[in-house]
Every structure is written in structure tokens, then in C-alpha cells.
């Protein structure tokens, strides 16, 4: 029988041990009536085996026998199937024969026992050409034989993996491999089966985790497969609480006091009139008596209590994350600002609430707009009902707008006052909402109104807001509004972020009495001359926020009070070098301290060590910096 040798430049080594034994892996196969008759180098490489085979199958003295070494690296059939099952699937069409039976030992002096190779259902055909493992060759590494176009094929695994020498590797291969092909001959005439068949199942356990038997590689793939697994699992379970359970809870607990609120008792339609729902705000009280009101929204789902906590300051703000029945949930409830120290009564009533992912909360005020206004959604909502045990009432909204609440997008326009110094800083005050507001609203304004603020998070920019004022129907008033006189402010005031984005030049922003002067305002139906009302006016503080948090959900909380900056001062003493005080002065945060007129000489040569030694503390109010008294005058604060 003639044998080729395909030998795979897997490594110079690997080559060498065939080339070098060659002669000795012939003479013992001889004894067996084997002959090689040639040797070739292949590449390791799927594309130039298959041409090698082919061109072996294409000779008129194509050999008996193809032993192929070096091939495999694997002690499972990955590699052996990287390399040969596209060779073996590409050659002839799917049969579905029946596995070979079990065969006897065989006893014969270089015959193997081949039993483990029959044992069970094979794992798969590959069509005609069916393939059979040689069992563990050394170290559990395996080889396979297989026909292709004729040819019997015999693949190896790397010499060096099996612990073996390439004569003792070669040898035993060779013969097993020819017991397998001449034993089935009858029963395959096709070919030859992979008898890796089913492997004995394994336990679920150890399909999953990795196992003391498992390869390096296949240890490596169950850890990741099962990080990757859990990483899934946690985060769907996530998911499905804040975006199921959460919003179905907070769903279940507002319809609860909604059922409350709204008694169900219909007194129009007894009476022949209009569905007319009774409140029944004693029962509110006895739920919580923090309870001020209720705020509903027309479109959207914001139909909810208003609480106000009288405890809540600049630090803490207890409805940010408590229902009304008091218990902590992320989506909280909506809330009276603490600066509204009248309460209901304030000149500007202040509500927040969260811009919850499911659009609860004031989630649903982004419908207004984003980076432009909605104009057909405010023409479908463009008045707000807040109710209060005292009374019922509706708002007119004359301003949606955005603001920052972070300092590096420009100033802060601090539109959560609560009440008002005078008449002209009110007015000036809705001047201000009117010029950002992203609507040019038809309703009027005077200084006798009051108003109704709705504030939520809006991701325009980082941490921004969105806002929506409202000014309180007039006694005797149509609480319509006509929406066919509304249309979009295309010269809206956004904060300087919005400029540097998309560019354009943002507005310049005055007072109310100068732009009412100048003819600028339309919207005010108060006294006959507004520039005469009675005291300062005053732009509202505009000064960066505290940093805003954020709450377990990811949705940023309101911001916090807004104060002025106080102007921050440090103590600066000039000395000499012997420690004696020459001038201390009170210096401002960014201004510049004035040296005394008594410099010290350059020859004295403290310039250096001074310069470098000149630190001042920020962590402290008030810092003692101490420079020479020849030092040139710098800004403490660049």
C-alpha cells in the first residue's frame, strides 16, 4: 500500500522530525507491507490542503494512503474541523446511513482495540464521506481518518503535543486507520463515519460551569459565556424594574388617591348640566395633610397632588423623593418650591416634579418642545388648572422655555421667586420669562396677576430645564385662550450654550420699563403708564446653581436654592524677610493686591525663592498670603 506524507509547516521543528525520521517511519511500516513513496510540505492552511488532496486524487498514481501530520492542536475535533470539514462537506451530498455496529476486540500482535470507537450513535454525518476518530493518540489528543475522492486520509496531531515520537505517532496511526477503513469497507463503501458520536451527555452543571476536565480554552469560554450571561440577567431584571415594576407601581399608588380625589358623585349630570366631578379634599387632608392642591394637565398625564413641605430648605426637599403617603420612591411627587414661603398664596407659585423615562411626573411637559416649541401641541393645551381647598382655578400659560442649571453653560436666569419685592421687579421679572419663552403666547400680563410655574429636567444640554409659566385667570375672565394668535418666537433667548452649539447671536437682554419705552411690549394691560410703577427694578438674580443631583433612577433632581455668589475676600500681609508685617490689605476673590512703596533690593535675591513660594489656600474663607514686598501685583485668582 503507498503513502504519501503531507507534512504541515506548522513549525521549523515539526518539519525537521518528519524529514529526519522519515527513513525510520518507512522501515517499520515495510514490516507491514506499507510503502511511502512520497513526502510533501504543505502550509497550514485549509485552501492548500484541499489543493494538495485534490492534486493527489488527480494523478494516474495517486497513493493508497495520505497521512497528513502536524495537523491538529486540539483534543476536541475543533481543529481537525477548522482544517478538513469544509474539504469534506464541498465533495459529495447528505446521506443518512446507519452507524456502523460494534466490533470485536481484536487480540492480533499491531492490531488496536477499537470498541471505544463504536460505542455509541454517530454525532453527525458529513454526506457521502464519513469519518472516524483514532481514538487518544497520547495525552488525549486524537487523530481521524476519512475518504476523500478515493483516497483514504489519515490527520495527525502535533507530534509534540502527543508525548510520543513521530515514529511511534506515525506507526500506530497507520495501522489503526487501516483497521478502521478495512473493517467498514462493506458497510461504508462511500466512506467512513466520525465515530466521535454523542458524547455522553453531560450533566447541565457541567455544560454550564467549567469543569476539572475542560481544555484551558474551553474554561476560558464557559467564564465569559456565563459573565456575559449574568451581566444580561441583571441588567434585564433591572430593566424590568424600572421600566415594569416602577412606572406600575407609581401607575397603581396615583390612581389610588386620583379614586379618592375624584369621589365619583356626578352632580351636573343629575342636574342635566356637565359631568362635574366633586373633590373631596377632607379625604386628602386625612391621607397627608401636607397636601395644597392638585395640578392637572390637559393631553398629558399629569393629574396629581401637590405637596408642600414646610420644613424643606436650600438642602433638603422632602418630596423629591417621597410619595404622598410618605414612603421614599424615586418618582416622588410633585412639589411646592421652599421659596414659596406663602404658600398657595405666593406671588409665583413654584412647582417641580421629576421628568420620569415613562413620562410620569412632569415627564410630559417635554411635549411642548425641545430645542423649538410644539406650537401644535400648546395650541391643544395652553392653560393648566391648579386647585386648592380654597378654590378652583385656571392658568393661561404665557411662557415655556429652557434654562441651564450648570454655570459652565452661562448664566443662571433664576426664575424660582416666589414673591416679589415691588411691582416693577415683578414686571421685569415676566419680561424675562416672556424673552426666553419659546411661544409668543396671546395672553396679557399686569402687575396685579399671580403665577403658576411648572419646572422638570430636559437634556437639551446637560442637566437643563424645561419651564412652563402660567398666569392665573382673572375674575370674570374667559379662561380660553385664542391660540390662532400664537405662533413660535424665532428670537427666543437660550442660555450662551445654545449659541455656541448652533451658533447665531443671542439676544440682548434689557429691562421691562426700557423695552416698553421703546415699543418692545405688547403683552402688558396694566396701569396706563408702567415705566411710573412703584419700586427698583431689578433684573432676578442670575447666579449659578448648586450642582444638581441625582436620584436612584438617573433623573436629575430639581435644582437646589440659588444664591448670589458671596464675594469671597483674603487677608494678604507684605513682609520683609525677617518676618516683620509691611501692609496687610483685604483683597477681593480676583482682584489684585497692591504692593507697599518699600521694595526690597533685586540684589537681595529672594525673587526665586518668593516666587516659588507664594501659595494661597482656597479651602479657606479667609487665607494669609505672604509675598515679598518687592513682588509685582497679580490677580490672586487667575
Not at 509547516?9 to 511500516?29: G, H, M, T, Y
Not at 470507537?117 to 454517530?122: G, H, K
Not at 458529513?126 to 483516497?151: A, E, H, Q, R
Not at 401636607?290 to 397632588?305: C, E, F, R
Amino acid at each position: 500500500m503507498d503513502i504519501e506524507v503531507f507534512s504541515l509547516r506548522s513549525s521549523e521543528e515539526d518539519i525537521k522530525s518528519v524529514s529526519s525520521n522519515l527513513k525510520e517511519i518507512s522501515d517499520e511500516l515495510a514490516k507491514d507491507g506499507f510503502k511511502i513513496k512520497y513526502k510533501t510540505e504543505v502550509d497550514l492552511n485549509k485552501q492548500r490542503i484541499k489543493k494538495a488532496l485534490d492534486t493527489c486524487a488527480a494523478s494516474e498514481s495517486k497513493p493508497d494512503l495520505i497521512v497528513v501530520t502536524n495537523a491538529l492542536t486540539t483534543r476536541d475535533s475543533s481543529s481537525f474541523k477548522a482544517l478538513f470539514a469544509d474539504i469534506i462537506a464541498g465533495y459529495e451530498d447528505t446521506i443518512q446511513d446507519p452507524p456502523p455496529k460494534k466490533s470485536k476486540k481484536s487480540k492480533k500482535k499491531n492490531e488496536f482495540d477499537l470498541s471505544d470507537t463504536y460505542t455509541q450513535e454517530p454525532k453527525y454525518f458529513i454526506k457521502k464521506v464519513k469519518i472516524f476518530s483514532l481514538g487518544n493518540l497520547g495525552k488525549d489528543y486524537k487523530g481521524y481518518c476519512f475518504t476523500y475522492k478515493g483516497i483514504r486520509i489519515v490527520a495527525l496531531p502535533k507530534t509534540s503535543l502527543t508525548g510520543k515520537t513521530i515514529s511511534e505517532l506515525f506507526y500506530e496511526s497507520v495501522l489503526l486507520a487501516t483497521q478502521i477503513f478495512d473493517a467498514n469497507e462493506e458497510k461504508y463503501p462511500g466512506g467512513l463515519n466520525l465515530i466521535e458520536g454523542k458524547p455522553k451527555k453531560k450533566s447541565l452543571a457541567k455544560r454550564i460551569f467549567p469543569c476539572k476536565e475542560d481544555s484551558k480554552k474551553e474554561k476560558t469560554r464557559k467564564s465569559v459565556s456565563l459573565l456575559a450571561f449574568c451581566v444580561f440577567f441583571v441588567t434585564a431584571v433591572l430593566l424590568l424594574y424600572n421600566l415594569v415594576f416602577l412606572p406600575m407601581q407609581n401607575n397603581a399608588i396615583q390612581s389610588e388617591i386620583q379614586t379618592i380625589f375624584y369621589d365619583g358623585n356626578n352632580n351636573g349630570a343629575e342636574q342635566g348640566g356637565t359631568d362635574i366631578k366633586t373633590k373631596d379634599w377632607n379625604a386628602l387632608k386625612e391621607i397627608n395633610s401636607d397636601i395644597i392642591g392638585w395640578i392637572k394637565l390637559d393631553n398629558t398625564v399629569i393629574d396629581y397632588p401637590v405637596l408642600w413641605a414646610k420644613d424643606d430648605n436650600e438642602n433638603y426637599q422632602y418630596y423629591l423623593n417621597h410619595n404622598y403617603k410618605k414612603d421614599y420612591s424615586g418618582y416622588g411627587s410633585i412639589f411646592l418650591d421652599y421659596r414659596c414661603t406663602k404658600g398657595t398664596d405666593s406671588k409665583n407659585i413654584v412647582l417641580h416634579g421629576h421628568h420620569m423615562n415613562d413620562g410620569s411626573m412632569f415627564g410630559n411637559l417635554l411635549k411642548y418642545g425641545t430645542t423649538s416649541g410644539d406650537l401644535d401641541f400648546y395650541k391643544e393645551t395652553p392653560t393648566i388648572t391648579f386647585d386648592t381647598p380654597e378654590g378652583d382655578a385656571t392658568y393661561k400659560i404665557i411662557s415655556v422655555f429652557k434654562t441651564n442649571s450648570l454655570s459652565s453653560h452661562g448664566e443662571f436666569f433664576n426664575y424660582m421667586i416666589g414673591n416679589f419685592n415691588s411691582d416693577s421687579e415683578f414686571m421685569n421679572f415676566v419680561y424675562n420669562i416672556k424673552i426666553r419663552s419659546l411661544f409668543n403666547c396671546p395672553v396679557t400680563v399686569n402687575e396685579d396677576d399671580t403665577l403658576l410655574t411648572l419646572s422638570t429636567c430636559s437634556y437639551e444640554f446637560s442637566e437643563f430645564r424645561t419651564v412652563v409659566v402660567a398666569r392665573k385667570v382673572r375674575i370674570g375672565e374667559d379662561p380660553s385662550v385664542d391660540v390662532s394668535k400664537a405662533s413660535l418666537n424665532k428670537n427666543a433667548v437660550w442660555p450662551e450654550v445654545y449659541y455656541s452649539r448652533y451658533g447665531g447671536t443671542r439676544p440682548e437682554v434689557t429691562t421691562f420699563k426700557t423695552e416698553y419705552k421703546k415699543g418692545n411690549i405688547d403683552w402688558y394691560d396694566g396701569s396706563d403708564d408702567p415705566t411710573k410703577l412703584k419700586g427698583k427694578e431689578e433684573a432676578p438674580t442670575e447666579a449659578p446653581t448648586t450642582e444638581p443631583t441625582t436620584n436612584s433612577k438617573g433623573e436629575t433632581n430639581p435644582p437646589p436654592a440659588t444664591q448670589a455668589p458671596t464675594v469671597q475676600k483674603f487677608t494678604v500681609k507684605f513682609t520683609d524677610f525677617d518676618g516683620n508685617i509691611i501692609s496687610t490689605q483685604q483683597v477681593e476673590k480676583g482682584k489684585a493686591a497692591t504692593p507697599p512703596d518699600n521694595p526690597v533690593k533685586e540684589s537681595d535675591g529672594y525673587y526665586n525663592y518668593v516666587f516659588k513660594g507664594w501659595q494661597l489656600d482656597y479651602s479657606n474663607v479667609q487665607a494669609d498670603m505672604i509675598i515679598a514686598p518687592n513682588f509685582e501685583a497679580v490677580p490672586i485668582y487667575q
